[in-house]
Nanobody, 126 residues
Framework: QVQLVESGGSLVQAGDSLKLSCAFS????????MGWFRQAPGKEREFVAG????????HYADSVQGRFTISRDNAKNTVWLQMDSLKPDDTALYYC???????????????????WGQGTHVAVAS
């Protein structure tokens, strides 16, 4: 069974940077596509970034394009989300997710992921 554990969330000021980590265990990490989603209070969960197992192709939501970077290290069973130029609108609970489908592009919908972490909270003060 896949287990995902996020870390790195914090309270920061607008314009600051933050790096989230997601530790993967239980299966063969290089075979899994990984994604980051977030859910703000009163809003639906939304896609933030994804990276494929094969080729490491990444994709970003328009709202974070150019500010966030997703990366993975298959030797460390870890995926990261580097968040720069943070805005108050980035405040949310951030989730790591995984699936093992064969795909050439990251899946951007939450129902496309089979495994989820518990989330790590990011708060950006203005």
């Amino acid at each position: 069974q896949v287990q995902l554990v996020e870390s790195g969330g914090s309270l920061v000021q607008a314009g600051d940077s933050l790096k989230l980590s997601c530790a993967f265990s239980g299966r063969t990490f290089p075979k899994y596509n990984m994604g980051w989603f977030r859910q703000a209070p009163g809003k639906e969960r939304e896609f933030v970034a994804g990276i494929t197992a094969v080729g490491g192709t990444s994709h970003y939501a328009d709202s974070v394009q150019g500010r966030f970077t997703i990366s993975r290290d298959n030797a460390k069973n870890t995926v990261w989300l580097q968040m720069d130029s943070l805005k108050p609108d980035d405040t949310a609970l951030y989730y790591c997710a995984a699936n093992s489908y064969i795909t050439t592009a990251p899946i951007t919908t939450s129902n496309g992921y089979d495994y989820w972490g518990q989330g790590t909270h990011v708060a950006v003060a203005s």
